[in-house]
């Protein structure tokens, strides 16, 4: 059988990949991993799988927007981390869903439910719903999967202070100060997260409203921010000269 995964994370990834390679419900021939919703359309241009693990937001989009580029007849598995938008797809699927963080038993249940519906699957009522689904609006991202030693863990919106890049990589500070690793950019994170919460300060940090525990103005071109808890790097936090005006407007909203 051959499986393809469409998820950027590649923490999620190389999990999914390695819970599949252990389990013995379903004889796995193949993994295809598509890091994007370029690369999935590409590959259904000319090629095909048995089963589809698919997160629901990719950096470079909705990953049901691959359905109006490429046809599709192949029973899916949705990935995502938000709950409601999980419970939606539920409804709509004869397919299962997995819900990030989800472990091992999840993987085998909905793996289990594949093996059951696999030779009666009609994919038409699949397509309607991704169209009604697709019609609905997107959701912003409310949980955030880090790697904690070798698990994985899930960091709430309301936990998170801020995301800060340095060098290659990009962080992620709770308010409790523990720090992570994220597997994204600064640049495609800032389009998943809820407007209302976060906003891009500056190129290197994008900030919780909640983590502000002071607004310095030093002049009308240069606004310095305190953070609590302080970030790691010893830096001072400054609104780009071109945001001021659009932040303190979203602080003040």
Known sequence: MK???IEDELLAV???????????????????????????IDFFEKDSADLLFMD???GDGMSLEIFEHAELFTPIIFITAFDEYAIRVFRHFTIDYLLKPFEEEDLHKALQKFVS???NFDAEPLLKSISSLQQSG????KRFMVREGNKLKSINEEDTAYFFASGKYLFLTTKDHQTYI?????????????PDVFFKVNRKFIINKKAISEIIKH????????????PEVNTGVFISKRQITE???????
Do not use: G
């Open 3 to 5: 499986i393809a995964i």
């Open 14 to 40: 190389n999990y999914l990949k390695n819970l599949l390679d252990k389990q013995s419900i379903v004889p796995v021939t193949e993994v295809v991993i598509l890091r994007s919703k370029k690369q999935a």
């Open 56 to 58: 629901i937001h990719l």
């Open 117 to 119: 519906i696999k030779n």
């Open 138 to 141: 997107e959701e912003v991202m």
């Open 182 to 194: 994220y597997d994204d950019t600064i640049k495609d994170i800032i389009q998943k997260l809820n």
């Open 219 to 230: 002049s009308s071109q240069k606004v310095e921010l305190k953070l609590f808890p302080e």
């Open 247 to 253: 932040c303190l407007s979203w602080l003040n909203s």
